[in-house]
């Protein structure tokens, strides 16, 4: 059965081609997996060795995340990120994770991509992750205000 690739808003976060994948209902590369993570090849991949990690756990972003699925999925990316380095040949690479379709998510199921970011670009192989970075200049009084404000919500 051939890997499938669709923009994956999902009706419910059960219900995206990642849970098919999780419950074996569609076909990935994997490489790597344990009770509570699977990680497999980015089927369009934007550098050799482009590998996505994710939770087992259904929930849609980052936030939604359980703090176990959030440790058990920390505590294998050191070494997944290690393993796609070995593997590219690369010594550079990206960990991307977005969150909501603002922020260019196409499958609502929380991932984490492993983009290898190699010093030049192979004959079919992608340049790896381009980034725009429009930084701007904090302000001190704007900072103090946004502690305030983010330490309010950690207590939540
Ligand atoms: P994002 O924009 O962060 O939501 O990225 C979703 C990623 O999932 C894209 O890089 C897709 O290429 C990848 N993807 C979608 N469907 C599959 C699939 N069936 N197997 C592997 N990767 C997939």
Redesign the pocket.
């Known amino acids: 059965m051939a890997?499938?690739?669709?923009f994956?808003m999902g009706t419910t976060t059960s219900d995206t081609?990642?849970s098919?994948?999780i419950r074996g209902e569609?076909?990935?590369?994997r490489v790597y997996e344990d009770d509570h993570v699977l990680a497999?090849?980015?089927?369009?991949?934007?550098a050799y060795g482009?590998t996505?990690v994710i939770p087992k756990q259904a929930a849609a972003t980052l936030d939604r995340m359980s703090d176990e699925a959030g440790a058990a999925v920390g505590r294998v990316l050191p070494r997944l990120a290690r393993a796609v380095m070995e593997a590219s040949g690369c010594s550079a690479y990206n960990v991307?994770?977005?969150n909501g379709g603002l922020?260019?998510?196409?499958?609502?199921h929380v991932?984490f991509?492993i983009i290898p970011k190699p010093a030049t670009t192979g004959v079919g192989h992608g340049v790896g992750l381009g980034i725009g970075w429009p930084s701007g200049k904090l302000d001190a009084a704007e900072a103090k205000e946004l502690i305030e404000k983010i330490k309010i919500a950690l207590r939540r």
């Open positions: 890997c499938h690739y669709y994956d081609i990642f098919k994948i569609i076909p990935c590369h497999f090849l980015d089927i369009n991949p934007i482009h996505l991307l994770q977005n922020a260019h998510q196409a499958v609502m991932h991509h």
